[in-house]
């Protein structure tokens, strides 16, 4: 049996050692770590993810998968409840660090069955209502700034001036072409 952190980021600027940390804090003895980092995932499946497929191939029955809150497998409704019933349905059990939430397959009464699974369900759809009023802030505050300068210029570049001066250059060197001319 071993036990595995799935921590997912959505920006480069984050790192997943928060939630490690957390998970260590909670008394989580942690195997293996397996991250999928530097994108939202908001519309990717977690079978889709270059990690996430890396996951489903590491859990075996008996083995505990730690996330931090069931939003780090997935901000999807259908997404979230399938991926946690197929873990369940493997032998997997999944811990969520936060509210000390455990999903198993194990039990076979069925009042414990079926509130376990109206808080799948309950904490997916959360994922997913969060997840889009997040989208709806974010748009809202485009709109905003639409609306307060002449030209909306979207987020920071993730390079510098510098930076794209030199790939110009360096551009130019091999290729003898300007990558702007027309």
């Known amino acids: 049996m ?42 990717t499946i977690l079978a889709k993810r270059p990690q996430g497929r890396r996951l489903f191939d590491m859990l075996r029955a008996g083995d505990v998968l730690v996330v931090r809150w069931v939003d780090r497998l997935g901000r999807n409704y259908a997404d979230v409840t399938e991926t946690i019933r197929e873990l369940m349905r493997r032998g997997v059990i999944v811990w969520t660090v936060i509210n000390g939430m455990t999903f198993d397959g194990a039990t076979i009464d069925p009042i414990q069955i079926a509130v376990r ?59 003898g072409t300007d990558p702007f001319a027309s």
């Open 2 to 43: 071993q036990t595995i952190l799935y921590a997912r980021v959505s920006t480069t600027d984050q790192t997943i050692a928060h939630q490690q940390k957390q998970a260590e804090a909670a008394g989580f003895k942690i195997d293996a770590v397996v991250a999928d980092e530097g994108v939202s995932w908001v519309s």
């Open 117 to 175: 699974d109206a808080l799948i369900g309950f904490m997916a759809a959360t994922a997913q209502a969060q997840a889009e009023a997040t989208k709806e802030v974010q748009r809202a505050g485009i709109d905003h700034a639409k609306e307060r300068y002449d030209a909306y210029l979207g987020r920071k570049p993730s390079y510098s001036a510098a930076q794209l001066a030199d790939v110009v250059a360096g551009f130019q060197a091999t290729s």
